[in-house]
């Protein structure tokens, strides 16, 4: 019986690499990008709107609070395109947007 337990608590080969590819998808890249921005550019994350995947890794668009301001509508924020490479270094990153909160996309 206890064997039995061991057993079924173990997770198979193919469970476990399933875990591990799963980690370097689309959601751990948007991880991974958000963490190395905020520590270089030192404004916070508001959130990732882009994740592509590419031949050398990841490109991710986080969008980012630039200046705040009260009202909270015309705050600047930016978006930056940050490339990830498949284990989710940074290999670069650079601003392509700079707008108000509250404006609209054209």
Do not use: F, N
């Amino acid at each position: 019986m206890a064997e039995q337990r061991r057993t079924r608590e173990r997770p198979s080969a193919k469970t476990s690499g399933r875990r591990a590819s799963s980690t370097r998808g689309p959601e751990q890249a948007g991880r991974d990008a958000c963490q190395r921005l905020e520590g270089l550019i030192s404004h916070p994350i508001e959130g990732v709107s882009a994740v592509r995947h590419t031949d050398d890794g990841w490109c991710v668009v986080v969008d980012v609070l630039e200046v705040a301001r009260i009202p909270d509508t015309t705050s600047l924020l930016a978006s930056y395109e940050v490339q990830l490479d498949q284990g989710g270094e940074l290999l670069e990153y650079r601003r392509v947007r700079r707008y108000r909160r509250g404006s609209a996309d054209e």
